[in-house]
């Protein structure tokens, strides 16, 4: 229900649906893809596109206020080992369980994979904006990511889960880091890297 209000006058410009088709309510937009995926019009815990919302470690469906290794769910510190999630088992994408946005979502909402997330970078124009980026798919239509914090060296960034377990590091995800230098530069990037599982950070959920 969270995005239900906010989207209300914008859903005949960019085709946002809602409904009691297994959307719980929440908003997505159809961008055009190949896949055929959607994607929510807010993060997680936000109510509009150019909110934060909420702050999660990879594989917990909460947020907390500290985000340490020694309080993740998924790492045993008496033994110094990731459990469940770990690269030589087959356990490489987040159960429904353990997915932020399926858990927080409901319906058929779930986080992204790292392929979805490149799929996004390779098919639509990215604009950046002062807020954060403006994602435009190939049928026009488009979505908000927004930044949440700036770097040490100014720039102004965001960091979004993908559920995919980073192929080499049992203790990295994949993830989605967008950023935007001020002019005079003007330097934006898009692109997935990898990040600490235990660390705070944001999640879309898509419609699938």
């Not at 979004?160 to 967008?178: E, G, K, M, P, R």
Request: glycine letters at 8%; proline letters at 4%.
């Amino acid at each position: 229900m969270l995005c239900f209000v906010a989207v209300l006058t914008t859903i005949s410009a960019q085709n946002t649906f809602m409904g009691s088709d297994g959307s719980n309510g929440y908003s997505y937009v159809d961008l055009g893809l190949p896949s055929g995926l959607k994607w929510a019009t807010c993060n997680v815990g936000a109510t509009k596109p150019e909110e934060i919302g909420y702050f999660f470690a990879w594989g917990e469906v909460e947020p907390k206020e500290d985000y340490s290794l020694g309080n993740y769910k998924w790492y045993n510190a008496s033994d110094s080992i990731y459990t469940k999630y770990y690269t030589d088992s087959n356990k490489v994408v987040l159960d429904k369980e353990d997915d932020a946005a399926a858990v927080n979502m409901g319906g058929y909402w779930r986080m992204p994979t790292k392929e979805e997330f490149e799929e996004l970078i390779s098919c639509c124009k990215w604009r950046a904006k002062k807020k954060g980026f403006k994602v435009i798919g190939p049928n026009g239509n488009s979505i908000f990511f927004p930044f949440y914090y700036f770097s040490d060296y100014g720039y102004r960034c965001g960091i979004y889960w993908t559920s995919s377990l980073h192929s080499l590091y049992a203790s990295d995800s994949s993830v989605l880091n967008i950023a935007l230098q001020p002019p005079p530069y003007a330097f934006k990037s898009f692109f997935c890297i990898r990040e600490k599982r235990h660390t705070g950070n944001l999640v879309r959920g898509v419609y699938d």
